[in-house]
């Protein structure tokens, strides 16, 4: 089963020790907001990439063509 983006955010808060609380504050934002785009799971890529440097990860956007060849 794959999971969603909202449930990988969470699994990193986890292992991060932190709670959206701590996300929200971090991008600016309020804990409503963001629980609100978890629930919907409505990100673009712009918040994907906010919360992953507020989050102190790497994130990156791969298609991987039928071929095999990866579109960065």
Known sequence: MK?????KIKI?????????KDL?????T???NLHNKMTRNNFNESDLEKISEALEINYEVIFLMVD?????
């Open 24 to 28: 929200a504050d971090k991008l600016g």
């Open 3 to 7: 999971l969603t983006t909202s449930e």
């Open 12 to 20: 990193i808060l986890g292992r991060k020790n932190m709670t959206v």
């Open 68 to 72: 095999g060849e990866k579109i960065l």
């Open 30 to 32: 309020t804990r409503q």
